[in-house]
């Protein structure tokens, strides 16, 4: 049915066009514009699995929590991020993090060891220096202009001034964290340091695991991943609010996952809860609405942390962004898009148009828009941008091998080696 509507329509046009003397190949845009939004226009469902590791010795979410969260996630993403995909949360209830953390071997994995060299040792801090270049490196991927901020009462000429303030202002916001108590009386970092609490066991966990697409959290996470450190995280408190990872046996996100962390809003511990109380309903609306929302813009639409984008876009990481109930209430100031997003919400709706077309086995049109969908990709994503195209290009080689189409095959291979 699909197909003989399109085939209709390119008829239409070509009488159309000929009549009125325009050119065959101003048609063909118009064509094909027209089936990209045909099959842009089908929203696939994306059924997502949850669920809640818990941390005994601090507040946690109950069922009802939990939906309130899940609701006020959708609404924001669709509003902000566009609705190209049905989103379908399936709860899978709660889990002790201990538990999670031995249900999987992770450690044994060769992503785990190349990361822990990464991994700021709490009760020995690394030298930094040491890996000064490689930190710079990854600083430069803002504009200094936008870095600023951060300290806005220091003389901040180069990156290497950033990184020094940065770095002194990571040691200390570890140092205090250390001296945190829960309510009553006990250390909030347990020692010795449990893999729960530590970013970079984290990353490796959703790495390795296949079983779900996002964990809700309420323990502190240190964010200890020392190779790269975003100035808000570490600004703030050098813990992690939530992420977005990469969980390559899962398959609903494309191969990543969030891990979202309640333990601000929930935790209840001086210094880092927020400086308004707010009713729990509002909590969960922030949680989801700003916190989820967010994370959901890096992990599906490849959306990196902007310091420069207003202050309603959800995926602004600007220090003024950041306090939970100010963050959400900008957002939801005004319900639109942010247009500086664009550019990495229509990439990926290409990706959705391929993935739409591959099931309905119109492979050479599949192929064709994982190829485009490379060229509409910004340079700058969230995650690693070659490892990320190479995967579409993969994908556009499976589709035009599907098709029988051995000019893009061939054309593809090249494409993958150069970008290698
Ligand atoms: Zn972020
Ligand atoms: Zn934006």
């Given at each position: 049915?699909?197909?003989?509507?399109?085939?209709?329509?390119?008829?239409?046009?070509?009488?159309?066009?000929?009549?009125?003397?325009?050119?065959?190949?101003?048609?063909?845009?118009?064509?094909?514009?027209?089936?990209?939004?045909?099959?842009?226009?089908?929203?696939?469902?994306?059924?997502?699995?949850?669920?809640?590791?818990?941390?005994?010795?601090?507040?946690?979410l109950?069922?009802?929590d939990?939906?309130q969260i899940?609701?006020e996630a959708?609404?924001?993403?669709?509003?902000?991020?566009?609705?190209?995909?049905?989103?379908?949360?399936?709860?899978?209830?709660?889990?002790?993090?201990?538990?999670?953390?031995?249900?999987?071997?992770?450690?044994?994995?060769?992503?785990?060891?190349?990361?822990?060299?990464?991994?700021?040792?709490?009760?020995?801090?690394?030298?930094?220096?040491?890996?000064?270049?490689?930190?710079?490196?990854?600083?430069?991927?803002?504009?200094?202009?936008?870095?600023?901020?951060?300290?806005?009462?220091?003389?901040?000429?180069?990156?290497?001034?950033?990184?020094?303030?940065?770095?002194?202002?990571?040691?200390?916001?570890?140092?205090?964290?250390?001296?945190?108590?829960?309510?009553?009386?006990?250390?909030?970092?347990?020692?010795?340091?449990?893999?729960?609490?530590?970013?970079?066991?984290?990353?490796?966990?959703?790495?390795?695991?296949?079983?779900?697409?996002?964990?809700f959290?309420?323990?502190?996470?240190?964010?200890?991943?020392?190779?790269?450190?975003?100035?808000?995280?570490?600004?703030?408190?050098?813990?992690?609010?939530g992420?977005?990872?990469?969980?390559?046996?899962?398959?609903?996100?494309?191969?990543?996952?969030?891990?979202v962390n309640i333990?601000e809003e929930y935790?209840?511990?001086?210094?880092?809860?927020?400086?308004?109380?707010?009713?729990?309903?509002?909590k969960n609306k922030i949680l989801g609405g700003f916190y989820f929302?967010?994370?959901?813009?890096?992990?599906?639409?490849?959306?990196?942390?902007?310091?420069?984008?207003?202050?309603?876009?959800?995926?602004?990481?600007?220090?003024?962004?950041?306090?939970g109930?100010?963050?959400y209430?900008?957002?939801?100031?005004?319900?639109?898009?942010?247009?500086?997003?664009?550019?990495?919400?229509?990439?990926?709706?290409?990706?959705?148009?391929?993935?739409?077309?591959?099931?309905?086995?119109?492979?050479?049109?599949?192929?064709?828009?994982?190829?485009?969908?490379?060229?509409?990709?910004?340079?700058?994503?969230?995650?690693?941008?070659?490892?990320?195209?190479?995967?579409?290009?993969?994908?556009?080689?499976?589709?035009?091998?599907?098709?029988?189409?051995?000019?893009?095959?061939?054309?593809?291979?090249?494409?993958?080696?150069?970008?290698?």
């Open positions: 049915m699909f197909n003989l509507q399109v085939k209709f329509i390119k008829m239409l046009f070509r009488a159309v066009c000929r009549k009125r003397g325009i050119p065959l190949f101003i048609a063909l845009f118009f064509v094909s514009s027209l089936q990209f939004y045909c099959y842009a226009g089908e929203r696939p469902t994306v059924t997502l699995e949850v669920i809640r590791a818990i941390d005994h010795r601090l507040p946690t109950s069922d009802e939990m939906k899940l609701d959708k609404r924001i993403i669709y509003i902000k991020l566009g609705d190209k995909i049905e989103i379908d949360f399936h709860d899978n209830g709660t889990i002790s993090l201990p538990n999670l953390f031995k249900n999987y071997q992770y450690q044994s994995s060769k992503f785990y060891k190349d990361l822990k060299d990464w991994k700021y040792n709490l009760n020995n801090p690394p030298d930094l220096d040491k890996d000064k270049k490689y930190i710079i490196d990854f600083l430069k991927q803002w504009e200094l202009d936008s870095l600023k901020d951060f300290f806005p009462d220091r003389q901040i000429r180069s990156y290497d001034d950033f990184y020094k303030i940065l770095t002194i202002t990571y040691h200390k916001k570890i140092k205090w964290l250390k001296s945190l108590k829960t309510y009553n009386g006990a250390n909030l970092i347990i020692q010795p340091p449990v893999s729960f609490q530590s970013y970079v066991e984290w990353l490796s966990l959703m790495w390795y695991q296949d079983k779900y697409d996002i964990i959290t309420n323990t502190l996470i240190v964010y200890d991943l020392f190779s790269e450190p975003y100035p808000h995280t570490i600004c703030k408190h050098a813990k992690a609010g992420s977005s990872c990469s969980s390559p046996k899962r398959k609903p996100l494309d191969g990543r996952s969030l891990v333990f935790g209840n511990i001086e210094g880092i809860k927020p400086a308004t109380d707010v009713p729990k309903a509002t929302a967010h994370e959901f813009g890096h992990a599906f639409y490849y959306i990196p942390d902007v310091y420069d984008h207003s202050n309603a876009c959800l995926m602004n990481s600007s220090l003024s962004n950041m306090e109930l100010k963050g209430n900008a957002i939801i100031s005004n319900l639109s898009m942010c247009q500086k997003c664009q550019p990495w919400i229509i990439a990926k709706e290409y990706v959705i148009c391929a993935q739409n077309a591959y099931r309905k086995k119109d492979y050479a049109r599949s192929g064709n828009m994982y190829i485009q969908a490379v060229s509409k990709t910004p340079k700058i994503i969230d995650g690693d941008y070659n490892g990320y195209v190479i995967g579409l290009y993969e994908k556009a080689l499976d589709a035009y091998t599907k098709a029988k189409d051995k000019n893009n095959i061939r054309r593809c291979k090249g494409l993958i080696k150069n970008q290698k």
